[in-house]
């Protein structure tokens, strides 16, 4: 599986950007998919995750009602929508995916990983 992410940029504070990742392969609705993010000099932690059917969402406490994670099977392709930003929402954003079907939030027990897609909110 090759993962392609995207829809980064440069936001003001209170502001929403969405960001895409595009999924190679014919199993995409088989992974759990998540995004995480890194910020400069702090280590990589979970933001959310879906699961294949997109029946069920889990986020981090820091974007829970802020971020919504969704999917689109048949685009091969799972959105982060990112609202109301803060400073300190500023990181590279990565989409994995995950084989195994139960949800987790470590890092380690993704497969896959796409390249990242950077997020500056300015205050």
């Known amino acids: 599986v090759q993962l392609q992410a995207s829809g980064g940029g440069l936001v003001q504070a209170g502001g929403s950007l969405r960001l895409s990742c595009a999924a190679s392969?014919?199993?995409?609705?088989?992974?759990?998919m998540g995004w995480f993010r890194q910020a400069p000099g702090k280590e990589r932690e979970f933001v959310a995750a879906i699961t294949g059917s997109g029946g069920s969402t889990y986020y981090a406490d820091s974007v829970k009602g802020r971020f919504t994670i969704s999917r689109d099977n048949a685009k091969n392709t799972v959105y982060l929508r990112m609202g109301s930003l803060k400073p300190e929402d500023t990181a590279l954003y990565y989409c994995a995916a995950r084989r195994s079907g139960y949800y987790t939030p470590h890092s380690y027990d993704y497969d896959y990983w796409g390249q990242g897609t950077l997020v500056t909110v300015s205050s």
């Open positions: 392969g014919r199993t995409f609705s088989r992974f759990i």
